[in-house]
């Protein structure tokens, strides 16, 4: 895995927050707000009883994001071929890039549609 690096300290958390939301490209908007990119994160450190906050920087944070249900769908053929070739769910969601459990969803919605 790869290691994190500290980009910037801040003192209070929610001026962290405020820049890691800017470095990930999230804006508010009147209904709440934009999806941004997972690059950036909060990590906080404890000394002496008095925390900081640093934002750090992943290359390896999107690899790490699952992949829901409707960004899989699409992929329900991919998925039974494999099946039928015999690998075992977990194998199929670790190949795909998702949680097992939306695996098995999708391919028992598929024999049952069949």
Do not use: P, W
């Not at 890691?20 to 909060?42: F, H, M, P, Q």
């Not at 906080?44 to 290359?59: A, C, F, L, P, T």
Request: proline fraction near 0%.
């Amino acid at each position: 895995m790869a290691r994190k690096k500290a980009i910037e300290r801040y003192e209070t958390l929610e001026e962290a927050v405020n820049r890691a939301r800017e470095l990930n490209n999230v804006i508010k908007l009147t209904g709440g707000l934009s999806s941004g990119t997972y690059d950036y994160c909060i990590k906080i450190h404890r000394k002496n009883g008095k925390r900081s906050y640093s934002v750090e920087k992943s290359d390896e944070a999107f690899k790490d994001k699952k992949m829901k249900k409707s960004e899989v769908k699409g992929r329900t053929k991919e998925i039974i071929e494999m099946r039928t070739q015999g690998l075992s769910y977990d194998k199929i969601a670790e190949e795909i890039g998702t949680h097992t459990s939306i695996v098995y969803e999708l391919c028992k919605e598929e024999t049952a549609g069949l």
